[in-house]
């Protein structure tokens, strides 16, 4: 039987008459989103795409089939709604711990988005280094981490990768490379650097890129907060090596300018860390639901496994 995760993609790639479009849409690769249509069409018995060299197009049964597919997913949504509702989630909180990047960057977004969906749940936000996020999570000072930073395998909390985001070189105007799409590595030899603090994980880590490129960074200022590394590259004081989902308000600012390398595009894996225990609780197991939702690349297996499902159709007495 399909789930409500293929439904997701289905939409998607009808919308968008495009399995990559909806792929990029997703945070999915393209052979991810083929998989999942050619698997949703056995499992039916039909074909629900006609696919040519311009993309992808419903059939005639496709077409009735996305119909139903919409009243599905909104009554999906509706029954979690109404299960929160009833599951006792008036005073509940949802305690967050994320890098700084993800915390003023991404998050506010999401929380705005989640409230809207269920306004019974206060969500708390608390940014820190990885390290100290992990700290939180095992002291159960928060519930959820949402981090960047690279973490080794941890026996007591469960840790799920997001997606891979791109880091590109951030430069502000009146610097040499504004316009400039592409660079080339070597170049990077002649410029100094806007760092994070000693000691953080995204410190080590542009220090360890930079050496597989062959380049010693020179710092010539570090800070422990985003703002400070884009105000001072906004005003000539350096370049650095940042998110780009960080730097969007910015570039449209014309205050920050992204540059890529010729040698190939930087990436950091985002990651969802919990501990099991903390599951127990509703609003952090509804938090998690909303997040599939948005971001269907999160195996649905996670909520499952939890009976995520059972809660929503079922609602827990369980009272936070």
């Known amino acids: 039987m399909f789930s409500l995760y293929q439904l997701r993609i289905f939409r998607a790639v009808a919308e968008t008459e495009s399995m990559s479009q909806a792929a990029e849409r997703l945070f999915l690769t393209q052979p991810a989103v083929s998989h999942h249509i050619r698997a949703l069409e056995e499992d039916l018995g039909i074909r629900l795409f006609h696919r040519d060299k311009r993309g992808v197009r419903l059939t005639e049964a496709g077409s009735v089939f996305l119909e139903y597919a919409n009243k599905i997913l909104h009554l999906a949504a509706e029954a979690k709604r109404e299960a929160a509702r009833a599951g006792g989630l008036t005073r509940s909180v949802v305690r967050i711990g994320a890098s700084p990047n993800v915390g003023t960057a991404l998050l506010p977004s999401w929380i705005l988005s989640f409230h809207k969906k269920c306004p019974r749940v206060t969500t708390s936000l608390k940014t820190a280094i990885t ?153 952090l197991r509804v938090f998690l639901y909303y997040l599939s939702e948005e971001f269907p690349h999160i195996p649905i297996g996670v909520i499952v496994k939890y009976d995520e499902w059972d809660t929503c159709v079922n609602p827990s007495s369980e009272k936070l």
């Open 131 to 283: 390290p100290a996020v992990i700290k939180a999570i095992r002291n159960r000072e928060v519930d959820l981490g949402i981090v960047e930073g690279e973490i080794s395998k941890l026996e007591d909390i469960e840790v799920l990768p997001l997606w891979d985001e791109e880091i590109v070189i951030a430069v502000g105007p009146g610097h040499r490379w504004w316009g400039k799409h592409k660079v080339h590595a070597k170049e990077l030899e002649d410029e100094v650097f806007v760092a994070r603090e000693e000691g953080s994980m995204t410190s080590a880590w542009e220090k360890r890129t930079l050496e597989s490129l062959g380049i010693q960074q020179r710092s010539v200022a570090r800070f422990d907060t985003p703002d400070g590394i884009k105000k001072a590259v906004a005003s000539g004081l350096g370049i650095a090596l940042v998110p780009c989902f960080s730097i969007q308000n910015e570039i449209a600012e014309r205050k920050l300018y992204p540059v890529r390398l010729y040698e190939g595009k930087l990436f950091r894996t985002l990651k969802l860390l919990w501990q099991p225990e903390g599951l127990k609780s509703l609003a």
